[in-house]
């Protein structure tokens, strides 16, 4: 089993290094750090151009590998990611605003993940009765909205909630209230008041498409030889569907929760942009309006880091269900 | 690409009976597809979706530039069906265009997507050795970093460029995972005897490819060519919310939904009605797809690969 898990961890690890390489170059490619220079009144001197996009590590006169060769070798002995057009340090940046996008995201798949899987076992049990009629369609309508008309739909909907209580019972602007006076637990409180909409809207994606394919995978091992053994041995039905029924179904889920980690990362991007957070989505698209090469290479490499923790974790948890890996 | 024909299943384990009687298939899938009931209210309501998106803006009593100095911001009722703007223009008019936009991007990018799925993943599995591991660790590579990233990244460019250049790209970043799937299948496909067969009389693996392997499994890309247009309407939609989708003076529902969703929570109509449109517009397509889905094959929705 270690040899199968370890063997997945340096695929992965070539690959976020691979990922992360051909980011830079096409970022390279597309944004131009010397627009910002340009068209300036009075003109900005060349000399000073120069010596701002030399720090940058982002001077066009140098070859784009030399370039990548730097930026590489800079991460890799120092381990930072080089400086931002605003002057600051990308690595600093980034573990700034990472804390905002995880915990949106680890609730957020978490939650989505339990519930979604609670739901699809129920659905798969209850086949074609009212309850999986209901989540059948629910799912579908989720699937067919994009994540920012869920966003937007709860904010109109807290806002008309507001204003039936007359007071401002849902706040959904952003991570906390700028300047609020109070202990911390009236800081715990409206921070986690701001947490709810995102929250619900990342969960209800989630929760959509893990039922889906939590139900299918049920079906198919519901009317497996094994459960059928099972229960004639003299398990009753909850128990032979929850003892070998939902741990068979959960092993293509590992692999599915590998597969739809980017969605649920996008989602994640979206709702935070849609909240106002000052996350890692946020971030990127800074990056592309500031024409910074180093931000958004930084931004491809968290990417590709996560990705590779999620998909090192379907793993285990692959190899946790299926005996037949730990041979 | 006459060859593709959507009568046999990969699902079938008895070849002979796919290959004798194409005709009875054909007319099975569809009959089965078409009793499900969410089949009929899928295909119906896209086709009256369709038909409301081009039609439509003949027989509305407003265009989506005018202004009508009667009524600034009105809510909908009076003529103006969905209301109005701040500076008047008729939000049912300004729908209706967007709506032909989003549907033309899903209907070239969501199959364009499956073509190259089709194709790529017949290639990995039937070639299988090099040139499956070299495809996989490509598909691995591009599920690395999701696609939504990735277009963000290179929109300063295609901005610049026509909004068909944003549908090609949507194209080529939503292939992967029907790639793989379609590269499972081809791997057990040619193991087959009319597969094996045909290599054996010396056919050429691109002509199996194209005349054995991709028909058996059209019902596979049938299924995604109809899911994939409403995730390509997504897709675009999001990117233009952001700004970095369709440009103007094009518009779709999600660059009219980005203009609006500021007064969303003050004059909800502009937001809620182009927004109620989008999605019945994808609900529908998604409906007649999981219809065909299920018609087809029985082991729907797992992602086995």
């Known amino acids: ?327 | 690409m006459t060859s593709i024909d959507p009568t046999t299943t990969t699902v079938d384990t008895d070849a002979d009976s796919a290959a004798s009687a194409p005709a009875d298939t054909r007319h099975g899938v569809l009959r089965r597809t078409f009793s499900a009931k969410r089949a009929w209210i899928g295909a119906i309501v896209l086709a009256l979706i369709t038909l409301w998106a081009f039609v439509g803006p003949l027989l509305a009593p407003f265009n989506a530039t005018d202004s009508d100095v009667l009524a600034f911001g009105a809510p909908p009722g009076n003529g103006h069906w969905f209301g109005t703007n701040d500076i008047g223009q008729d939000i049912y008019a300004q729908t209706l265009v967007g709506l032909q936009k989003s549907i033309i991007i899903g209907l070239i990018a969501g199959p364009l997507a499956t073509l190259i799925a089709g194709f790529v993943g017949a290639i990995a599995g039937y070639f299988g050795g090099v040139v499956d591991r070299v495809i996989v660790w490509v598909i691995d590579l591009l599920l690395v970093i999701p696609s939504f990233f990735i277009l963000v990244l290179i929109s300063p460019v295609f901005k610049q460029l026509s909004w068909v250049a944003l549908v090609i790209l949507i194209a080529v970043f939503s292939w992967m995972v029907m790639a793989r799937v379609v590269r499972g299948q081809t791997m057990s496909l040619r193991e087959r005897d009319f597969v094996k067969a045909a290599r054996y009389m010396g056919v050429k693996p691109f002509t199996i490819i194209r005349r054995h392997i991709i028909p058996n499994v059209a019902s596979l890309l049938i299924i995604d060519a109809t899911l994939g247009v409403g995730a390509a309407i997504i897709f675009e939609s999001t990117l233009s919310y952001f700004g970095f989708g369709i440009q103007t003076p094009d518009v779709s529902l999600g660059s009219l939904l980005a203009g609006y969703s500021g007064a969303a929570v003050t004059r909800p109509w502009l937001f809620l009605l182009p927004a109620a449109t989008l999605v019945a517009t994808v609900l529908a397509t998604s409906l007649l797809g999981d219809a065909f889905r299920d018609a087809i094959d029985p082991t729907s929705g797992a992602n086995r690969d």
Do not use: C
């Open chain 1, 1 to 327: 089993m270690a040899g199968f898990l370890l063997k997945r961890l340096l695929n992965y690890i070539a690959l976020t290094s691979v990922a992360t390489v051909l980011g830079y170059l096409l970022i390279s490619a597309t944004l131009n750090p010397e627009a910002r220079f340009l068209g300036r009144n009075p003109p900005v001197p060349q000399a000073a151009i120069d010596t701002a996009l030399n720090r940058l590590g982002a001077n066009p006169d140098v070859p784009l590998l030399v370039r990548l060769g730097n930026w590489v070798t800079h991460l890799v002995t120092t381990g930072s990611l080089g400086v931002s057009t605003r002057g600051t340090e990308v690595t600093a940046d980034i573990f700034a605003r990472s804390g905002t996008s995880l915990r949106l995201l680890i609730i957020g798949t978490v939650l989505g993940a339990v519930i979604g899987v609670l739901i699809g076992v129920w659905g798969a049990v209850r086949q074609y009765r009212a309850s999986d009629q209901v989540t059948t369609y629910a799912s579908f309508v989720v699937f067919a909205t994009p994540t920012f008309v869920i966003a937007v739909v709860l904010m109109i909907l807290a806002t008309g909630l507001n204003g039936a209580a007359g007071t401002q019972l849902i706040n959904f602007t952003g991570e906390y209230t700028p300047g609020l006076q109070g202990g911390f637990f009236t800081q715990l409180g409206d921070r986690l008041i701001h947490l709810l909409l995102p929250t619900i809207t990342l969960t209800l994606i989630a929760v959509a498409s893990y039922s889906r394919y939590q139900r299918s995978a049920m079906l198919d091992v519901m009317s497996a030889d094994y459960i059928r053994t099972a229960r004639s041995k003299g398990r009753t039905r909850g128990t032979a569907m929850f003892r070998h029924g939902v741990r068979v179904a959960l092993i293509p889920m590992s692999t599915f929760f590998a597969y739809s980690f980017g969605l649920v990362l996008t989602g994640a991007s979206v709702t935070e942009l849609a909240f106002s957070w000052h996350g890692m989505g946020e971030y990127l698209i800074q990056s592309i309006g500031n024409n910074d090469i180093n931000a958004g290479a930084g931004t491809i490499l968290f990417t590709a880091i996560l990705v590779l923790i999620s998909g090192t974790l379907a793993d285990f948890l692959y190899a946790a269900l299926d005996p037949r890996v730990r041979v």
